[in-house]
């Protein structure tokens, strides 16, 4: 899997967040820098990115490659129907999207703290891949792929999939 980063996150989390991710679905993780055009998804009256434009842009970009692939942005993201999202996946595709911007804690006026921030970027990575591998939102509350309105809800979830999306991914992974 590949993790493209267009955002400002430091080369060392990247490297922190690779290892996650790929202990998480057990898959060789690496990142490149994303080659993406964020103009074309940008809407200038919101001041945010439509993510599902995002997202075929990231089709469009890398065509080439059947590998599932997610892009980490610094902006924000929204589709027409919410004010925002934290990200979005094709489900059973091979592109997703998360945007840093609203897991940062100063967004919502509170001290920065990275640890934090980045504990949230992972699970959100690993929610978005999970969408790519056919999972859908779990009801499970602290499993990884329950759906987050807010960040709260976010931080109380785990890393890794509850029991029953484990072994549907497994399945899923299986078939792949």
């Known amino acids: 899997m590949n993790i493209l980063n267009a955002s400002k996150l430091e080369d060392s989390r990247l490297g922190e967040l690779s290892q996650a991710v790929g202990r998480v679905f057990g898959i060789r993780t690496y990142v490149t820098s994303a080659n993406l055009n964020l103009d074309k998804a940008f809407d200038a009256s919101r001041g945010q990115c439509n993510s599902t434009a995002l997202l075929a842009e990231l089709l469009n970009s890398y065509k080439q490659s059947d590998e599932k692939r997610i892009a980490i942005v610094g902006i924000d993201l929204f589709i027409p129907v919410l004010t925002f999202v934290f990200g979005e996946a094709q489900l059973n595709g091979i592109a997703a999207v998360v945007s840093t911007v609203r897991l940062a804690n ?3 006026g509170l001290l920065p703290n990275e640890d934090i921030d ?7 990575v690993v929610h978005e891949l999970g969408h790519t591998f056919g999972l859908y939102h779990c009801h499970q509350f602290e499993c990884v792929m329950r759906s987050s309105t807010y960040v709260e809800e976010i931080d109380l979830k785990r890393l890794n999939p509850c029991n029953r999306c484990s072994e549907l991914l497994k399945v899923a992974m299986l078939n792949k």
């Open 106 to 108: 100063p967004f919502y």
């Open 118 to 124: 980045f504990g949230r970027l992972e699970k959100e």
